[in-house]
């Protein structure tokens, strides 16, 4: 697609931006300003304003990183990969897939210190939480409109991205697992059949209502899903992506759920580039505090744990 050539040729010659604080002074390569926000956050724990230094060649990122410059985080072009492998540093899967392997007893599935399952349970007595499928064109309608868009909008606020969902509804594998509170629905997930595994594609809360989320949705959204896969006969949930960093909010939840990484073999994914000096203390404690998965030269996933 056209877009897509320009969108990674861009990527060649990109705006680079710093950031610092009194523990960091970082450089942010590329356009995205969600993913600049992310990764500034993530790796400065606030926003301070930036200073725009000019645009450079992808090849001349690794030359950023002197005494000064603690951590380089750069978009990465299908057209640089190869070469960005070669650079010191990692590449970061932007979103990392997850899966629930349900084919075992769900006793075994939520067992054990880290799954948040026993929290959900006790919310899904406390709040009298049930489930129902649906896969009718005015159920998926409500879906979009009362459950998903409010519930991104209020999440991201200016960086939401409101999909166009109505493509995905229209395929016969999709359906849809309603959550009800007292039997009114106010939560919801678009899920797929695909191969051995059910896969959650979107969800959200009714009108984005976070006192719904208090009250354990969520959680409950991927219990029921488990629970209806497993009368389905699927080997594996797919709980969608999330960030690399397993120190990451998300990641953590459904590290949780005992969800674990799975590597995509899509031909073509979005990847960023982690370039660190090694000599900075304040580079060494946040790869010391912050664990992460990357990708190999072989496309399989490595994890970095000090």
């Not at 991201?156 to 009114?184: M, Y």
């Not at 959680?219 to 896969?229: K, Q, T, V």
């Amino acid at each position: 697609m056209p877009n897509l050539f320009l969108k990674h040729l861009a990527r060649l010659y990109m705006p680079v931006f710093q950031y610092e604080t009194d523990a960091m002074k970082i450089l942010y390569a590329g356009y995205s300003p969600i993913k600049r926000n992310y990764f500034v956050r993530f790796l400065l724990d606030c926003n301070p304003d930036h200073t725009y230094i000019g645009r450079r060649w992808f090849w001349k990122l690794p030359e950023l990183i002197n005494s000064d410059i603690d951590i380089v985080v750069s978009e990465v072009s299908r057209m640089s990969l190869s070469r960005f492998q070669n650079y010191k540093g990692y590449i970061l899967p932007e979103w990392v897939p997850m899966r629930i392997n349900i084919s075992r007893p769900l006793d075994e599935i939520c067992r054990g210190s880290v799954s948040h399952f026993s929290d959900i349970k006790k919310r899904i007595r406390k709040y009298n939480l049930t489930y129902e499928v649906l896969s009718d064109k005015k159920s998926f309608d409500y879906f979009i409109e009362r459950i998903y868009h409010p519930f991104i909008s209020k999440r991201h606020g200016e960086e939401a991205l409101l999909e166009d969902l109505q493509p995905i509804t229209e395929s016969s594998s999709s359906f849809l697992i309603a959550v009800k509170e007292n039997g009114i629905i106010v939560a919801g997930a678009l899920l797929k059949r695909s191969g051995d595994s059910l896969s959650g594609l979107r969800l959200g809360i009714l009108d984005g209502n976070e006192e719904y989320r208090r009250h354990g949705v969520i959680g409950a959204i991927y219990y029921f899903s488990i629970l209806e896969g497993q009368k389905m006969g699927y080997r594996f949930l797919d709980v969608g992506g999330t960030r690399p960093f397993i120190s990451d909010q998300l990641t953590c939840y459904k590290l949780g759920l005992s969800a674990e990484f799975s590597l995509d073999h899509t031909p073509w994914k979005e990847y960023m580039w982690l370039g660190v000096n090694t000599h900075s203390v304040g580079a060494g404690e946040f790869m010391k505090n912050n664990p992460f998965v990357y990708l190999n030269n072989d496309n399989t996933l490595g994890k970095y744990m000090s």
